[in-house]
């Protein structure tokens, strides 16, 4: 079974640019999840997807970054324009069940590095 | 707001060393207990888990967890340390009750150096 996937691995940006991240998660979960970790600080939630809907954007920092989920497959994380402080590395997991978004684990991606200059 | 505090940011190890890497939360109600691990150019990976039952568990790769409730803590431990365990662990809760949408809250992290 494929993990999860994120791409690219590196980014690197000028501030006010545009940089779009995807996640492909494992075939079939319901729950999508999107997390960053800023240097030196703890890795934080940023938004919950369940199937294609956004159930918990609780995390996200402003309205300068837009989630979707297509389909309820893929997920794209796009920040735009970008400063520099939205550098830091941005995880994607997974889990199967909505139902059991409390009780399932989280499958994590190995994560997006970007960096705004 | 909820919070998990791990100790320790860097810990350096010579092999065949005991670990113990401190683990704390703060809220008062059920929860569910993490370790994660990210080995150098790695994703992070489970290594062990608890949600209710014996709160003693047993993971991968030789480490186990306890969870003392009194206490609000999830240490991590494992007797004798290998130079493949250089790593970064991540403590991490889930809330199970109330709003909870069953994002996860990590700790910072806490880098393990194993000397060879």
């Known amino acids: 079974e494929a993990g999860v996937t994120q791409f690219p691995s590196h980014s690197v940006i000028e501030k006010g640019q545009t940089v779009t991240l995807r996640c492909d998660p494992i075939?079939?979960?319901?729950?999508l999840y999107w997390y960053r970790r800023v240097m030196g600080k703890e890795i934080k939630f940023l938004l919950h997807f369940v199937k294609e809907s956004k159930q918990d954007e609780s995390g996200m920092p402003n309205n300068r970054f837009l989630a979707e989920r297509t389909g309820g497959t893929y997920s794209t994380l796009k920040v735009q324009p970008a400063e520099l402080e939205d550098s830091g590395v941005y995880f994607c997991a997974s889990s199967p069940y909505w139902a059991a978004r409390r009780t399932d684990t989280q499958y994590f991606g190995p994560g997006t590095r970007l960096t705004v200059l | 707001a909820q919070s998990v505090s791990q100790h320790n940011h860097h810990v350096i190890l010579s092999e065949a060393a005991s670990l113990e890497l401190g683990c704390n939360y703060s809220?008062?109600?059920?929860?569910?207990l993490f370790w994660y691990v990210q080995y150098p150019g790695q994703h992070l990976q489970l290594l062990l888990k608890?949600?209710?039952?014996?709160?003693l568990v047993k993971g991968i790769k030789g480490f186990e967890a306890e969870f003392i409730k009194s206490k609000f803590s999830f240490n991590l431990r494992k007797p004798s340390v290998q130079w493949s365990d250089t790593a970064e662990y991540f403590c991490?809760?889930?809330?199970?009750?109330?709003?909870?949408?069953?994002?996860?809250?990590f700790g910072k992290g806490t880098k393990l150096s194993v000397k060879p």
């Open positions: 809220y008062g109600g059920t929860v569910n």
């Open positions: 991490a809760v889930r809330l199970t009750e109330g709003g909870s949408q069953g994002n996860l809250i």
């Open positions: 608890y949600f209710s039952g014996d709160p």
């Open positions: 075939s079939g979960h319901d729950n």
